[in-house]
């Protein structure tokens, strides 16, 4: 026998346009993701920025995105970068994180060495993917950056999560 649910109501429900991007924003907000900073060697010296827009994209070739704002001062470094790491970072990794969100150059006090590309690898993360770029694609307001992963590394830690515009954990149901 099959019972029926209700269907759940939404408080707002909007068209998405110029008037209403905070909402939009805000909406997109509820979908919980973790947290990484990508790294990358720049004529600046290394460089790095905190993101929750990373996805895995094929194992097959093992390929990844992630994707960065055209509004970033970083953003011509990144997308011009054939080699850089995406670090999937744990809940102690919260202050480097927000570091990297106002700093490209916050490198200072955090245990990171340079690999043979010149990249920045941050010690401590959940996961890292030392990545050649694949491709990169024009997307509005941002830009896919595809990489293909050459070496992964990975740790057994506690996930650092961002849900609505905070940084948390992750708890069982």
Known sequence: MSREMPTPSLDVSFVPDADNARALRDALGRFATGIT???CDSALGPLGITANSFASVSLDPPLVLWSPGKASKRYEAFVSAKHYAIHVMSAAQANICSGFTSNGHAFEGYDWHACPKGVPLIAGCLSRFECTQEAVHDT???????GRVTRASTQAADPLMFYSGKYG???EA
């Open 169 to 171: 954990g992750f708890k």
């Open 140 to 146: 509005g307001d941002h830009s896919i950056i595809v």
């Open 37 to 39: 900073v990508i790294t």
